[in-house]
């Protein structure tokens, strides 16, 4: 007789839940392979809520890892997602369909029974209660094969329930945000310094919501480069085909003039110590003298005296010399 374990595949998101939800399983004699998915929105190393090392709790749970990226596909969704947006830009059930669609490829490829993750009943609001939850599995094709194990006991019983594959009395009835429960579990099962929760996506944050509309808005279909540029500075809309962003930082800077277009205008203090602003857009060259001023603002540049600006458009180099804006002179335009 066969003594080989059968096969899960746990969409692993780094946090607790989902590592508890692993731990459930393996207690239960399942071999586990997880999927990691990464979003342009949700980097392992972003440092938000999805970095919390997932490589490393991988190796802690003893599970293979792979990797799943959803780039353009991912952009071309939130252009216009089927079942809307959260109170940022999030569109939550979308996403978490595309997360299982990828997870339902691997559990295909290595013959495994279903698919497990760490969501937690009405812990979400927009993506966890329980029409979410079947509207996620209808649209992934995965509708009876998601076993949600920290809240299964609440849920409508599953294929492998029916197929006897699992009992739900091994399965769990948390609900709602408490973290209690998971934290005990986590001493349970030797998880040591268990993360915080964390909204894990940048599109719920409020403030990089207003920044990832105002590109949808104007731009017909972004590009990772877009987006990469959304993450960092300080960003102002000039008109309908321009915006204007100014590095807060070091970091910052280095990554602005690293994802610079041919077409992109960057400035910076010729010298002082400041921000690499860039601008991009076709109206770009209009905005020059504007963009030459608020650089000026944030650098350390006396503010009530003229001081040379650099402008730099592919190998080309010319100089300006403003006074630095006051911060009336360009707040409208901030997003």
Aim: a neutral charge; hydrophobic letters at 40%; charged letters at 30%.
């Amino acid at each position: 007789m066969s003594t080989e374990k059968k096969k899960v595949v746990a969409l692993l998101s780094g946090g607790l839940d989902s590592q508890l939800a692993v731990r459930m399983m393996q207690e239960q004699g399942f071999e586990v392979s997880a999927v990691a998915i990464k979003t342009p929105f949700c980097d392992f190393d972003c440092g938000r809520g999805c970095g919390f090392e997932i490589r490393e709790r991988a190796d802690d749970l003893n599970v293979n890892l792979k990797t799943v990226y959803l780039g353009d596909k991912y952009i071309k969704m939130l252009k216009d997602p089927k079942y809307g947006r959260g109170a940022g830009y999030n569109p939550c059930i979308d996403c978490r369909a595309m997360m299982f669609d990828a997870a339902k490829e691997h559990m295909e490829e290595i013959g495994a029974e279903f698919i497990i993750s760490g969501e937690v009943l009405g812990q979400r609001p927009m993506s966890q209660h329980r029409q979410a939850l079947k509207t996620i599995e209808k649209e992934s094709g995965l509708e009876g094969k998601i076993v949600r194990p920290l809240s299964a006991a609440l849920l409508p019983m599953t294929d492998p329930e029916k197929d006897g594959l699992i009992k739900r009395k091994d399965l769990g009835m948390i609900k709602g945000r408490t973290r209690r429960t998971q934290l005990d579990m986590a001493a349970k099962y030797g998880i040591e310094n268990p993360p915080n929760a964390g909204g894990g996506c940048l599109l719920t944050d409020r403030i990089f919501g207003a920044k990832t509309r105002d590109l949808f808005d104007h731009v017909e279909m972004p590009t990772i480069n877009d987006i990469d540029l959304l993450k960092v500075g300080r960003h102002f809309r000039m008109d309908e085909m321009t915006k204007f962003v100014v590095g807060r930082n070091k970091d910052e800077n280095e990554v602005i003039g690293a994802i610079a277009l041919p077409g992109d205008i960057l400035i910076e203090a010729r010298d002082h110590v400041g921000p690499v602003s860039i601008l991009r857009g076709s109206n770009a060259k209009n905005h020059i003298e504007f963009a030459a001023k608020v650089t000026l603002r944030y650098s350390d540049a006396p503010a009530d005296k003229k001081a040379t600006v650099t402008i730099i458009k592919g190998t080309e180099k010319t100089y300006m010399d403003v006074i630095a804006a006051d911060e009336d002179y360009y707040a409208k335009f901030r997003i």
